[in-house]
């Protein structure tokens, strides 16, 4: 079965602080990971993104790591701004798309 | 710019009651279309997929139905409502051959 798992469940960092979520899956054939945030009674929004030939991707305070050999990647948010607080969903896809559970983010100021 | 639009926003229905929600997408055409399930708190698990009108695709089983009338518009029903079905329903559109998904507002499910 195609999995994805990320952790920690949930993660409270203070502002200013780097937060870092982990997510790591099974399935050798995903080549394509990306990250979603979303809010509270809104839908995902993709936020950054990489592909498997990659082992890292950066976008602002938003960077990517990706170990391919060890299946993990990890998503790092710089300087975290309370407006960061979310949730946010690693996914994998080969064939089809398969999300994590999420990380539940909370920025304290 | 591409626009996608669910409807409705909300609703609240009783047990064994009819279901109909809908999903438009503006500015793109031949979209895949999906619709994804949101309990509270939880993952997102996708439901249905379509590459074309009138094709569609089941990924799990949950007493639903979908349906792509038209190009830009995706249909997800059910004749009988359970309580299992309250949650948040999601559409999202990808491009042909490409890998993102982008998702739309999404409609709040409450089954009493």
């Known amino acids: 079965q195609q999995q994805v798992r990320q952790s920690p469940q949930s993660l409270t960092v203070w502002e200013g602080e780097t937060a870092i979520l982990n997510c790591s899956y099974e399935?050798?054939?995903?080549?394509?990971f990306p990250w979603y945030q979303q809010f509270p009674g809104e839908g995902p929004a993709l936020l950054i993104a990489?592909?498997?030939?990659?082992d890292k991707k950066e976008d602002g305070r938003f960077t990517i790591f990706f170990n391919k050999r060890e299946k993990k990647l990890s998503l790092h948010i710089t300087d975290s701004q309370p407006g960061d607080s979310a949730t946010y969903f690693c996914?994998?896809?080969?064939?089809?798309?398969?999300f994590g559970a999420g990380t539940k983010l909370t920025i304290k100021p | 710019a591409q626009t996608i639009h669910q409807w409705p926003v909300a609703e609240i229905k009783a047990v064994g009651s009819p279901l109909s929600l809908g999903c438009t997408i503006k500015?793109?055409?031949?979209?895949?279309l999906y619709w994804y399930w949101q309990a509270t708190g939880g993952t997102l698990q996708q439901l249905f997929y379509?590459?074309?009108?009138?094709?569609v695709e089941s990924v799990v089983q949950l007493n639903l139905s979908a349906s792509r009338p038209k190009d830009d518009q995706f249909i997800l029903s059910t004749e009988k409502l359970l309580l299992s079905h309250s949650g948040f329903y999601l559409c999202?559109?990808?491009?042909?051959?490409?890998?993102?998904?982008?998702f739309g507002p999404g409609t709040r499910l409450l089954v009493l």
């Open positions: 999202a559109w990808s491009s042909r051959n490409q890998d993102t998904q982008y």
């Open positions: 990489i592909r498997s030939v990659s």
């Open positions: 500015g793109k055409s031949s979209p895949n």
């Open positions: 399935n050798s054939a995903f080549d394509y």
């Open positions: 379509s590459i074309t009108v009138g094709q």
């Open positions: 996914a994998a896809r080969n064939e089809k798309i398969t």
